[in-house]
């Protein structure tokens, strides 16, 4: 690279410094993303308008590079890991002067899959994109679902599964909310590798997800037509 | 050079891998949740008609039933502490069936990913990688493995960290990775990417190649990037059988016996040399395989649209090694950390 001389970001005005944050984002560049969202917060910016301008506008571009199979995994798990230093800042701060809230999603690998990596992908660019997110981890059985579900009220359930012998779990969790009839007080989104659109169908999903991309931008468009429902 | 493997190679010009394991345990009764690994000690029949309904069915060689055997995805199942004696167990019950099939049939030690990220990007240690790979190489090789089969991996710093523990393990190897997204692994590796790090190993599998992933014809597309390289290693494709489907209750997958035999024929005309499939591929594909390798003539190198026609299209434009993938854009001023 030409660009050998040390950039310092106190001296950038607002609109170079986002434009920065969102190389370095795309860079993975943490201690940098944490500096500059500090940086903004000094300048009087509100935490809600830097998370939507500055973090969430650089991970968009992180989502449709990986979409679009320019980026692969490790360098969106660097962004993310860079975006979550921003948001460690942000989010108490966000509480605190009660910022919009996007929307809530549990998620969690399930029983017998411990592949975790798409999983993690998608909390990652949800917690990109501002929804909170609520992660159950890997290996659960449809109790663990059940029990977050109560306690957290989200608008989401998302299930990734990685492996042929765990895919069909996922119709046992989704049985089983029928079954309580609490199926429809929830979005739920379904990923994983062996997994196809059809598939998704099949077991009752509202969607299958084939990346963390896809799982953003399904999420947002099934939560906004959601509220707008409630408020019809 | 004195493995069942090697001297197979030596004497025939292409050999039939198996076909899947999970899809296959599955319709025994296998619980989706379940660790497929805990079955070589409580149902060791049931692995065993697995393995032999691979070579009742034509397989040269199958994979033992020891995928998930490793301490990293076993302690979910709390038995992380079994890895090396289930591993074991896998690969005594493969030496059973292959022993009393009546011509050589070899025994391939599975050995699938650890599931977690290795560093730097995640928290698994290359030597702490090399150690969980390493346990369940000792367990297979005692069991009677004649190699050792790495899989479905995405990660390079995985590989390479499989193939230093079996060179602890001294046992001869082949890998494959898996390529699910636009061409590439997960991890972003291209076909071209991995011949140039198999061939840069200090003790090179004896085959590498390609399982899983998105579907036949994506699989055949990444085997042609392999050949275009050029290099003598034979090369291994295990594609799934179609795509998957969930009907009555059960992950079906769509591609037909006669569709496999295809397949199979289009993968060696591609530049394969040990043939198989992978999830989906149930005993009549493996017999209709056979059967086609048998029966057909080897032809040309197929083309990308020979392959689509037959097979079905690719589900990505391109496979990451071609002049017409996506740029990558320019970045204003990417910066170093100093």
Redesign the interface.
């Known amino acids: 690279m030409s660009e050998e001389d040390d950039i310092i970001l106190s001296e950038l005005d607002d609109e170079e410094l986002v434009q920065q944050m969102f190389d370095d984002l795309y860079d993975g560049l943490k201690e940098e993303i944490e500096e500059a969202v500090n940086i903004l917060l000094e300048r009087e910016w509100e935490p809600y308008r830097v998370l939507t301008e500055a973090l969430v506008g650089g991970m968009t571009i992180v989502g449709a590079d990986f979409r679009d199979g320019i980026l692969f995994v490790p360098e969106v798990l660097l962004a993310a890991n860079a975006m979550k230093g921003g948001m460690a800042i942000l989010k108490p701060l966000l509480a605190a002067t009660g910022a919009p809230r996007v929307g809530k999603m549990v998620i969690g690998t399930v029983k017998g899959d411990i592949h975790d990596i798409g999983k993690n992908l998608v909390s990652m660019m949800m917690e990109g994109a501002g929804f909170e997110v609520v992660d159950l981890g890997i290996n659960n059985p449809v109790e663990n679902y059940l029990e977050a579900l109560e306690k957290e009220e989200p608008d989401i359930l998302g299930m990734s599964a990685l492996l042929t012998t765990t895919m069909p779990y996922m119709k046992v969790v989704i049985d089983t909310l029928v079954e309580q009839g609490v199926r429809e007080d929830y979005i739920v989104l379904v990923g994983g590798a062996p997994l196809n659109e059809e598939f998704g169908k099949a077991i009752g999903a509202d969607a299958y997800c084939r990346d963390a991309a896809v799982a953003v931008e399904t999420a947002k468009d099934l939560v906004g037509r959601k509220h707008n429902q409630l408020n019809a | 050079m004195s493995n069942a493997l090697s001297k197979m190679l030596t004497s025939r010009d292409w050999i039939m891998a198996d076909g ?1 394991t ?2 296959n ?2 319709n025994m009764g ?1 619980s ?5 690994e805990l079955w070589n000690e409580q149902e060791p029949a049931k692995i065993k008609k697995l393995y032999s309904l691979a070579v009742d069915n034509g397989s040269d060689l199958f994979l033992t039933n020891s995928f998930g055997g490793n301490s ?2 076993l302690k ?2 709390d038995a992380g502490h079994r890895a090396r004696e289930l591993s074991r167990m896998a690969a005594e019950l493969g030496r059973d069936v292959a022993d009393a099939a009546g011509r050589d049939v070899i025994v391939a030690g599975s050995v699938g990913p650890t ?1 977690e ?1 290795m560093q730097p ?2 928290a698994l240690s290359h030597a702490d990688a090399v150690e969980i790979f390493h346990e369940q190489a000792e367990g297979l090789k005692e069991g009677g493995a004649d190699v050792l089969w790495l899989e479905t991996i ?1 990660a390079p710093e995985e590989y390479r960290a499989a193939a230093e523990a079996f060179a602890l393990a001294d046992m001869p190897w082949v890998g494959t990775m898996s390529f ?5 692994t ?3 590796m291209t076909s071209q990417d991995m011949v140039q790090m198999v061939e840069s190993l200090p003790n090179p599998p004896l085959g590498y190649g390609a399982n899983c992933g998105t579907g036949a014809s994506d699989l055949l597309r990444t085997v042609l990037g392999f050949a275009a390289q050029g290099t003598e290693r034979p090369i291994v494709a295990k594609g799934n059988a179609g ?5 009555d ?3 079906h997958y769509d591609g037909t016996p006669e569709l496999m035999g295809e397949y199979a024929v289009m993968a060696r005309d591609c530049g394969a040399t040990i043939i198989g499939g992978c ?2 591929t149930m005993p009549e594909h493996l017999n209709a395989m056979r059967k086609a390798l048998e029966t057909r003539d080897r032809g040309p190198r197929p083309t990308l649209d020979q392959i689509t026609s037959v097979l079905g299209p690719f589900s ?1 434009a ?1 496979d ?1 090694t071609g002049d017409d ?2 740029a ?2 320019a ?8």
């Open positions: 899947a999970g899809t345990l599955f296998l989706s949740g379940d660790a497929p990293a995805r979910l199942h599931g990220i990007v995640g995405s699910d997204t636009a061409g590439r997960m991890m972003g795509i998957p489907k969930y009907v209750g059960h992950i999830c989906g990505s391109g990451g993938e996506p990558t854009p970045r204003r001023n990417r910066r170093r950390r100093s």
